[in-house]
């Protein structure tokens, strides 16, 4: 913002209205291996960790809970809250089995 501002000049004010941190999970996390390794029990090949620059309620749950975030589909990355969302019928199927296996790993049920 500092950058910004001193670029923008005195002639323009620039107020912050809302300010969400970045969430960040370490990929080496004990969940975010667990949410790594159903993925690949499902859909047979491991996901590579990756970041996304949208907003999710993580902003707020991951500070408030400290608890490690990974985000898990169904759905195309950017296009959720959208006026026209959508899922594809088997996306959501999929997802519901990552989910399932992810629960069945941490609770260590069979």
């Known amino acids: 913002m500092a950058r910004l501002r ?8 620039i107020d912050v209205m809302d300010e969400k941190p970045p969430v960040v999970t370490d990929p080496t996390d004990p969940f975010a291996e667990t949410c790594l ?16 620059s949208y907003f999710s309620d993580s902003a707020a749950f991951v500070p408030a809970l400290n608890i490690p975030r990974v985000i898990i589909g169904p759905g195309q990355i950017g296009t959720s ?22 629960a069945v790993r941490m609770l260590g049920a069979d």
């Open 6 to 13: 001193a670029i923008a000049g005195e002639a323009i004010v």
């Open 37 to 52: 390794d159903a993925v690949q029990a499902v859909r047979g090949v491991r996901p590579k960790p990756g970041g996304v």
């Open 81 to 102: 809250g959208q006026r026209d969302e959508w899922v594809a019928l088997d996306d959501l199927a999929t997802a519901a089995e990552i989910f399932a296996e992810i």
